[in-house]
């Protein structure tokens, strides 16, 4: 079977073309960094107004590329939500007219469950049970994946997502946007143990996240030591990920020994990054545990994903109606 994906939950419009669920025929995936990099993250209201001009665009070129029209679908997945509410209903507009106008089963997606999915693109895919730490620029989240399609939320960030803090600390060392790339990029060059940030301490032993405390500090010390040489610049961004990448490990090795779980599912945007991907690995490598992390580009947003995931549910008998609407808010667990 093949579906089509459409996501448009924040600032990429993406389209692809995916057929038994996991071989992607296309990937088409609009980027608005541009639009958005004068004001150092996502202006919602030009989000929405660049999805309308370009999701057609995109659509067609998922479509072209895949080589397919869209009578040869067997239905349209679309994020749902959670993002960005104009965003979201470019996306849920546009696959509620195609399915409408040639008939085809139409499904809702969760973005989050999107992004667990990602891990089902490549070879070897995870096997349930497995524990998943999704990473993004609007989430931190750990769940456990049960069985298809059935998610326990075991822990998130309470204040700002993993993304966010590198988005807001790229912001405040003027390095443009989005951060988490050039943080990555600037850190190489820096001293990950120049300077030491505070690791967030959970008091009530919840396997949650923060990452406000970070920025703070990252905020403080910035004030304190302007201006910046290039090089405590990238003892800062050096610092800041070694940081950062220390929480995510650790929270997720806890709830992992916590819940008996053996098999990691690393995915979001964050993802992509190689520290938090290697220090995975060698947490996973040292237990015995089995790790899965989907490429990079997968990591980030795609429709390939949403794709993925809508397959498994129209597989499971899913099926939206025509008054499908867009959840901001939307909960996967
Ligand atoms: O999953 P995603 O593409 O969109 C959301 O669902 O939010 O994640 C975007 C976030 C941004 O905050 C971006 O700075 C971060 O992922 N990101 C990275 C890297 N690439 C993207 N963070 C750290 N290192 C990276 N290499
Ligand atoms: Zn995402």
């Not at 370009?54 to 009578?71: F, M, T, W, Y």
């Not at 990054?273 to 795609?302: F, H, K, S, V």
Request: hydrophobic share 45%; aromatic share 6%; with cysteine.
């Amino acid at each position: 079977m093949l579906v089509l994906g459409i996501e448009t939950s924040c600032d990429e419009t993406a389209a692809a073309v995916l057929a038994d669920g996991h071989k992607i025929l296309s990937s088409v995936v609009a980027s608005q960094d541009a639009i958005h990099a004068p004001y150092g993250g996502v202006v919602p209201e030009l989000a929405s107004r660049r999805h309308v001009e370009v999701i057609l665009p995109v659509v067609e070129k998922a479509l072209g590329d895949a080589g397919v029209s869209v009578r040869d679908l067997g239905g349209i997945a679309v994020t749902q939500g959670p993002g960005l509410v104009g965003s979201l209903l470019v996306g849920v507009s546009l696959a509620k007219a195609l399915t409408y106008v040639h008939a085809l089963p139409l499904v809702g997606v969760n973005h989050l469950e999107g992004h667990i999915f990602a891990a089902f693109l490549t070879e070897p895919k995870p096997t349930y049970p497995f524990l998943a730490l999704v990473v993004s620029g609007g989430h931190t989240a750990l769940y456990l994946a049960r069985e298809p399609l059935g998610y326990r939320l075991i822990g998130q960030t309470r204040d700002d997502a993993a993304g966010e803090a590198f988005d807001k600390v790229a912001k405040l060392l003027g390095l443009g946007y989005p951060g988490g790339p050039v943080i990555e990029r600037t850190a190489r060059s820096g001293d990950p143990a120049a300077i030491a940030f505070p690791m967030a301490q959970i008091t009530d032993g919840a396997p949650d996240f923060s990452f406000s405390g970070i920025k703070t500090s990252v905020s403080l010390f910035v004030k304190r030591h302007a201006p910046l040489s290039e090089r405590v610049v990238a003892d800062v961004a050096a610092s800041f990920q070694a940081t950062v990448v220390r929480m995510l490990a650790a929270k997720t090795v806890k709830a992992a020994r916590r819940l008996g779980a053996t098999r990691i599912v690393l995915t979001g945007g964050v993802a992509a990054n190689r520290t938090l991907r290697g220090a995975l690995q060698a947490e996973a490598e040292g237990r015995g545990w089995e790790l899965y992390i989907p490429p990079p580009l997968l990591c980030t947003d795609n429709a390939a994903m949403i794709a993925a995931a809508g397959h498994a549910r129209l597989q499971a008998g899913e099926r939206a109606p025509l008054t499908l609407n867009s959840v901001p808010d939307l909960k996967l667990a």
